[in-house]
């Protein structure tokens, strides 16, 4: 997939166009719901937090799916828990799921948790904009625990609380695609290295990128290797004193 069709999937929302406004069905979707305890309503910010937290030791899965058709790509599907792991899955609706592990950081999956919270773990809750609006892709949050599941799907909101999750999620998905792309040009494409740390560089600009220490064993290998071009390795150790700088 090329880079510029993934900057474009990823971009922010563009200016909207509002149609005649009439009512959409409602974007909740309740998912399978066992009889078991149900997550905790939201509450006050001590209480979002301590359940956050709880949410987290006992190995509860949020996720975000991004439909997207006729885009390349057109889903990305990213899943965190930590328990069962962090998984993203960057795909055309045609091929086969395939889902590849990466790391999140403890306290950036309790500030996803804890926005969870804030948004009463997706139930009872849309997010939805009740107007005719263009299509920017179906997007879902689901949470998961103890057998129970709550999801909502929307187009477009303008919830904060939602909108800086969703920013979180779609963030780690460029991340894992930066990286992705670091690590084969080094291996393929070696003249290619210095475009993709220029990709890189703009979305760590716009502070988009969640996490940009784990590109640092990349960008300190691209520095450290005689084989690259001199511009490129120069760029790599930019980008590592600065994020380094930054942490």
Same mark, same amino acid.
């Given at each position: 997939m ?5 900057r ?6 563009p200016?909207l ?7 959409l069905?409602?974007?909740l979707?309740?998912?399978?719901a ?26 509860a ?6 439909v997207?058709?006729?885009?390349t ?13 962090c ?5 055309q ?12 950081s403890r306290?950036l999956l ?6 969870a919270?804030?948004?009463n773990?997706?139930r009872?809750?849309? @997010?939805?904009?009740?107007?005719? +609006? %263009? $299509?920017?892709?179906q997007?879902?949050?689901?949470y998961?625990? /103890?057998?129970? #599941? ?7 909101t303008?919830?904060?609380t939602?909108n ?17 792309t ?8 070696r ?17 988009i990128i969640?996490e940009?220490?784990r590109? @640092?064993?990349?960008?300190?290998? +691209? %520095? $450290?290797?005689?084989r ?6 120069? /760029?790599?150790r #930019?980008?590592?004193e600065?994020?380094?700088s930054?942490?």
């Amino acid at each position: 997939m090329s880079t510029d069709s993934l900057r474009r999937f990823f971009a922010l929302p563009p200016l909207l166009v509002l149609l005649p406004a009439f009512a959409l069905g409602s974007a909740l979707q309740p998912a399978t719901a066992g009889a078991g305890q149900a997550p905790p309503a939201a509450g006050v910010s001590a209480g979002r937090s301590d359940a956050a937290q709880a949410s987290v030791a006992e190995g509860a899965t949020l996720s975000y799916r991004k439909v997207f058709k006729a885009s390349t790509p057109e889903v990305i599907e990213i899943k965190v828990s930590e328990n069962a792991g962090c998984t993203y899955d960057i795909r055309q609706l045609d091929d086969e799921p395939d889902p590849k592990p990466f790391e999140v950081s403890r306290p950036l999956l309790a500030k996803m948790f804890e926005l969870a919270a804030e948004l009463n773990y997706f139930r009872s809750i849309e @997010l939805d904009v009740r107007r005719r +609006i %263009a $299509n920017l892709g179906q997007k879902t949050f689901r949470y998961e625990r /103890r057998g129970e #599941a709550y999801e909502v799907s929307f187009n477009y909101t303008l919830n904060p609380t939602a909108n800086e999750l969703m920013q979180i999620f779609e963030g780690l998905g460029r991340q894992q695609d930066h990286l992705q792309t670091l690590l084969h040009r080094m291996r393929y494409d070696r003249l290619g290295v210095y475009d993709a740390l220029l990709h890189f560089e703009a979305d760590l600009n716009r502070k988009i990128i969640p996490e940009p220490e784990r590109l @640092l064993a990349a960008l300190e290998a +691209i %520095a $450290n290797d005689s084989r690259f071009v001199e511009i490129a390795r120069h /760029r790599a150790r #930019a980008l590592t004193e600065r994020i380094r700088s930054t942490r």
